[in-house]
Structures are given as structure tokens and as C-alpha cells.
């Protein structure tokens, strides 16, 4: 059993890893908002971002097909670095457990919302913060092509009005909403 769940993580590693790469090319959105990087916030106070968040939109990928009930749980590593535990069900809510750890550190220490993230060696992938709340309630992460978009929440419902008032950052930030799917929980 343990050496399915590998070969199950390995697969779902590998998925990353690619997709990853294929955030890499050059970026095909047009407008001036889309032609820009995006705008990360601020300020990040990587202790209180620290924790676990649940996703509450995303943009669909191939790492994460299938997934429902997705979380990720962020936590300060030994050598200063973050460790990173994506989990989430497959299926539905009740299905199997999959999850994919990793590693984060921060490459803009200005800001602190410039991060990159990593599955497995030699792959890495940008992890910029474009929306926080004021109290750390919810986050918006995505790449800087804007190939993906994840929106967070510290709780598995987001109220709608937040919702809209995210969705307007996403867009002045050059973002498509239109792309987001909602995660079931």
C-alpha cells in the first residue's frame, strides 16, 4: 500500500514539475494590465501567513485534475526555508487523499511576496502573493505569466462579497476570472 501511494505521489509530482515548465514560455494574454508582471502586495509577514489555507478558486491544471477539498499548510523548515503540504480529495470530498510536499522561500526579501516553490530538484516554480486580506483571511497567489491563479481562504468558504471584491483585484491585476473554477469542499 505505502508503494502505491509513492507511485501515486511521483505521478502527481511529475504533473507539477510540468506544469510548472510550462508556465515558462512567453506570456500570450493581451492588454496592457496582461503585457505587465502582476503587482504583488506590500508586505507579507511570513509568520502570519504560516498555517493552513483552503482553496477556494483556481485556474485548472493538470497537477491538480481531479481534486476537490484542496488545502495547503505552510510551516517554517529547520534551515529557514517553508515547507509546503498540498493535499486534497480526489473525486469528491470523501475520496482518496492526495498530497505533495514541498519547499518555499522567499526571492524578494523587499516585500516578501515574491517566493519560488519546489516539488522535487532541479524544477521551481514562482509563487507571488497579488492579494492578502488585512487580517491574513484570505490570499491570492499567482505566476507572473499568469498561466495559474489560486484563490486562499483560512476557511473553506469565502462570503460572496469578499469573493467579488477579489475577483476586481484578480482583474486589475490582468488575471481572466472567467478561467476560475470553484473548489468543492
Known amino acids: 500500500m505505502r ?17 510548472l515548465l510550462a508556465g515558462c514560455g512567453p506570456a500570450r494574454n493581451e492588454g496592457t494590465a496582461r503585457t505587465m508582471p502582476p503587482e504583488v502586495v506590500q508586505h507579507v509577514d511570513l509568520d502570519r501567513y504560516l498555517g493552513t489555507w483552503h482553496e477556494i478558486a483556481r485556474y485548472p491544471n493538470r497537477f491538480q485534475r481531479g481534486c476537490t477539498a484542496t488545502t495547503a499548510t505552510y510551516s517554517m523548515r529547520e534551515d529557514g526555508k517553508v515547507r509546503v503540504l498540498n493535499r486534497c480529495r480526489s473525486g469528491s470530498p470523501e475520496g482518496p487523499e492526495r498530497e505533495a510536499e514541498g519547499k518555499a522561500w522567499v526571492v524578494d526579501p523587499s516585500t516578501g511576496a515574491r517566493l519560488k516553490v519546489q516539488f522535487f530538484w532541479p524544477f521551481r516554480g514562482d509563487y507571488w502573493i497579488i492579494g492578502l486580506g488585512e487580517n491574513y483571511e484570505y490570499a491570492v497567489v499567482g505566476h507572473p505569466r499568469r498561466k495559474y491563479l489560486w484563490i486562499l481562504s483560512r476557511t473553506p468558504d469565502m462570503d460572496p462579497a469578499l469573493y467579488e471584491a477579489v475577483l476586481e483585484g484578480v482583474v486589475r491585476n490582468g488575471y481572466d476570472p472567467s478561467k476560475l473554477i470553484r473548489t468543492i469542499h
Open 3 to 19: 508503494s502505491m501511494f509513492h507511485i501515486r505521489t511521483q505521478g502527481l509530482l511529475t504533473m507539477v514539475a510540468a506544469a
